[in-house]
């Protein structure tokens, strides 16, 4: 079983970045297909962005394609999401999420979760 700690949230202006963290622990890191999911107030949790357990393939919502970017680090067992040109619309909690056997864009595929973190982009 995997522990997952996602850092990295806050405020930012519209036009800015951000990067978020997701820490792992308490499992084998490698074996897992990662994905970056949002929520905003009133809204069913989203799908963001994904990326496979050797990071060769990743994987984007058409809304933050080309403005997010995921990453990982096996090493470190941690998986990041670079996000520039923030909008408004962006403002949500993070959670990263965790899987096997692929990546999947729906959150109930998903067996381990962060707490989420914070992302408020102000207009």
């Known amino acids: 079983q995997v522990q997952l700690v996602e850092s990295g949230g806050g405020l930012v202006q519209t036009g800015g970045s951000m990067r978020l963290s997701c820490a792992a622990s308490?499992?084998?890191?490698?074996?897992?297909?990662m994905g970056w999911f949002r929520q905003a107030p009133g809204k069913e949790r989203e799908f963001v962005a994904g990326?496979?357990?050797?990071?060769?393939?990743?994987y984007y919502a058409d809304s933050v394609k080309g403005r997010f970017t995921i990453s990982r680090d096996n090493a470190k067992n941690t998986v990041y999401l670079q996000m520039n040109s923030l909008k408004p619309e962006d403002t949500a909690v993070y959670y990263c999420?965790?899987?096997?056997?692929?990546?999947?864009?729906?959150?109930?595929?998903?067996?381990?979760w962060g707490q989420g973190t914070q992302v408020t982009v102000s207009s």
């Open positions: 990326i496979s357990r050797g990071a060769g393939n990743t």
């Open positions: 308490g499992g084998s890191f490698s074996i897992y297909d």
């Open positions: 999420a965790a899987r096997r056997f692929g990546v999947n864009v729906l959150a109930r595929n998903y067996d381990y």
